[in-house]
């Protein structure tokens, strides 16, 4: 059966390494839908290439734009505006397969959207499941959603855990230890800094920041894979993925991104996934749903890699990551905090209004701030996380 797929931020990494999956597969794949935010130019070529029935922006003045476009190149793809249209592409009925691959909190609404629709999504916006991991997870499983990571680490997970377990991204409701697991470890690749001299780390600019050693990715993924918040990100996103208990869950610096993560079994028993760092792997293991698909992906020459090594993250290095692994224990609204604050102290960063080391500081003044009610709905969530923005913004200023 031909999958009928939206993609959620199809002019970023993820949406190029998507397409690219989609023109390998054109008898498997059929574009439905494809959302930007500003690159209305970008999304014309990719309109006219696909031929999609919808088109989302973030704005009228880029939709009006687009729109003149697709009409001087006789495409008759029709442009929505907004949270709306992203939801509505969600949840079409025509639709099959959801790609969310939106940055940020701003992916939430359309990644809940697609699981209240019962969709198979191939979730690449780790910030739904950080920001509304209980209730998204609920939805998921209360409307028969699928959901398949697409996050490397995620998806390496997730090929090594049992398939009675998986049972292709059905919300898991087991608890692990019943398989004999013991615990999940996330590698990390470290970023650029993991060795850098640490009185030197408030003097790194935004270009050394986004230059990932080993994967090529959005500028938001980039700075948090050097602060590693990425991984205390990551191991909040595991915690709903995989119903794990925080302690069952670490990480492990791993600075060849070889191993993309792994399972300890209680009979002593390690299985990890490993390939060559390129996000076309675990997307077309989401793509396949269920059948491997080629990826165009360079096979792992071990000979090249040489040696495998690992460490353990220094928090004293990345209190980012310190930070995430307060809020995964904390629970109740402190990930959403965490991560509204984050999302507003990089962008600081990359407009260069802060320091590196700042974005830990803004991030932990905002979590001090908060209150401990739990927020019950989506909207109480945004409500906390725009409270968490504006504190952010305030807290700028002073740093
Ligand atoms: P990116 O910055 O390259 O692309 C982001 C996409 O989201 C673009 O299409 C952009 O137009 C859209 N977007 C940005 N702001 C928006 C807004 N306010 N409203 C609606 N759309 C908006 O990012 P990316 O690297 O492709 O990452 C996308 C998601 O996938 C992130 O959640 C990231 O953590 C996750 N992820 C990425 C990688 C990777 O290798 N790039 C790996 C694992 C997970
Ligand atoms: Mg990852």
Redesign the pocket.
Request: charged fraction near 15%; glycine fraction near 18%; aromatic fraction near 2%.
């Given at each position: 059966m031909k999958q009928i797929i939206s993609i959620?931020?199809?002019?970023?990494?993820?949406?190029d390494s998507t397409l690219d999956l989609v023109r390998r597969h054109p008898n498997q794949y059929e574009v439905f839908a494809l959302?930007?935010?500003?690159?209305w130019q970008k999304l014309l070529q990719l309109c006219i290439e696909f031929q999609p029935r919808y088109v989302v922006v973030?704005d009228g003045d880029v939709a009006l734009q687009l729109e003149q476009g697709l009409q001087a190149a006789s495409v008759t793809t029709e442009v929505l505006v907004g949270q709306e249209g992203?939801c509505a592409v969600a949840a079409a009925t025509e639709v099959t397969v959801v790609m969310a691959?939106?940055?940020?909190a701003?992916?939430l609404l359309s990644a809940m959207a697609a699981a209240k629709a019962g969709k198979t999504i191939l979730l690449?916006?780790?910030?739904t499941l950080v920001v509304a991991g209980a209730l998204f997870m609920d939805t998921v499983r209360e409307n028969g959603a699928r959901v398949l990571p697409?996050?490397?680490e995620h998806n390496a997970v997730y090929q090594v855990l049992p398939e009675a377990l998986t049972q292709q991204g059905q919300a898991i409701t087991q608890s692990l230890e019943d398989f004999g697991i013991q615990g999940i470890i996330l590698t990390a690749s470290g970023g650029p800094f993991w060795q850098r001299d640490i009185a030197s780390m408030s003097n790194i600019t935004p270009q050394e920041a986004v230059k990932h050693p080993n994967?090529?990715?959005?500028?938001?993924?980039s700075v948090?894979s050097a602060s590693m918040m990425?991984k205390g990100l990551e191991l909040i996103e595991a915690r709903w993925l995989f119903n794990a208990k925080p302690h069952q869950l670490s990480a492990v610096i791993h600075p060849q991104s070889v191993i993309h993560s792994m399972v300890r079994y209680q009979d002593g028993s390690v299985l990890a996934q490993l390939g060559t760092p390129d996000?076309r792997t675990p997307i077309a293991q989401c793509m396949g749903l269920g059948q491997r698909i080629e990826s165009g992906v360079k096979p792992l020459d071990f000979m090249t890699v040489g040696q495998l090594t690992f460490a353990e993250p220094d928090l004293n290095r990345f209190p980012c990551l310190r930070l995430a692994m307060a809020a995964l224990s904390s629970g109740g609204d402190a990930p959403c905090v965490l991560n509204a604050a984050n999302e507003i102290a990089v962008a600081a960063f990359l407009q260069q209004k802060i320091s590196f080391t700042d974005i830990a500081q803004v991030v932990e003044r905002v979590l001090e701030q908060m209150d401990i009610s739990i927020s019950g709905d989506v909207d109480a969530l945004l409500m906390k996380d725009a409270w968490a923005r504006r504190v952010a913004q305030e807290i700028l200023s002073t740093v």
């Open positions: 959620l931020g199809a002019t970023g990494s993820i949406g959302s930007g935010n500003t690159q973030m992203l691959a939106i940055v940020g701003a992916g690449a916006n780790k910030e697409v996050d490397s994967w090529s990715m959005g500028q938001k993924i948090d990425n996000m």
